[in-house]
C-alpha cells in the first residue's frame, strides 16, 4: 500500500495572506516561503473583483510544517473551532510565540490565542498532559490566560 498523502492545513485570508506569510516564517524557525501566485490583474469572476496583485496560492513552511493559503475575499473567516498547537519545550518557548502571536486579549484562555489575522494558537508545553492529573492544576489551568508551567506543577 502506498504511504498516505500528506495533509497540508490551507488557510483563507481576506487580501492579507502575503503578510501572514512573512509574519508566520519570521516567528517560527525552520520555515520559509515556497512559493506565491496571484491574481491577475483583470477580475476573473465576481468573487474575486479587485484581487489583482493578491495570492491565489501561496505554499509555505512553518517548522518543518507545510501550509498553504489563498486571498479570497471576507466570504470566510477563521473561529476557534479550527487552531494550530504549538508543543514548547519550556518556558522561555511558551513566553516567545505568545508574544509574537497573541494579538487578541479577549480570545485569551488556557494557552489559547488568537493572532492578528484571527488564526487561533494553542500555546502548550510539551507533556501538558502531566500537568494536570490533579484536579487543582486542572482549576489552575483554567484560570490562566498564557499557561505558566510553574503555576501548574506547584497547583
Not at 9 to 31: C, G, I, K, T
Not at 108 to 136: H, M, N, T, Y
Request: with cysteine.
Amino acid at each position: 500500500m502506498a504511504s498516505p498523502a500528506p495533509i497540508r492545513p490551507y488557510l483563507w485570508f481576506h487580501d492579507s495572506a502575503q503578510e501572514a506569510m512573512e509574519y508566520y516564517v519570521s516567528v517560527f524557525p525552520n520555515s520559509s516561503i515556497d512559493e506565491v501566485t496571484l491574481y491577475p490583474e483583470e477580475n476573473l469572476s465576481e468573487h474575486f473583483e479587485g484581487m489583482g496583485g493578491k495570492v491565489i496560492s501561496g505554499m509555505f513552511t512553518l517548522n518543518g510544517t507545510p501550509f498553504g493559503c489563498i486571498d479570497g475575499g471576507t466570504a470566510f473567516t477563521f473561529n476557534e473551532a479550527v487552531s494550530f498547537v504549538i508543543e514548547c519545550a519550556d518556558q522561555d518557548e511558551i513566553d516567545h510565540y505568545w508574544r509574537a502571536l497573541s494579538a487578541v486579549p479577549e480570545s485569551e484562555a488556557c494557552g489559547w490565542c488568537k493572532d492578528r489575522f484571527g488564526v487561533s494558537w494553542q500555546i502548550v508545553p510539551a507533556g501538558l498532559d502531566l500537568l494536570q492529573q490533579r484536579p487543582e492544576q486542572i482549576q489552575a489551568l483554567m484560570h490562566m490566560k498564557k499557561i505558566v508551567i510553574a503555576d501548574l506543577e506547584i497547583a
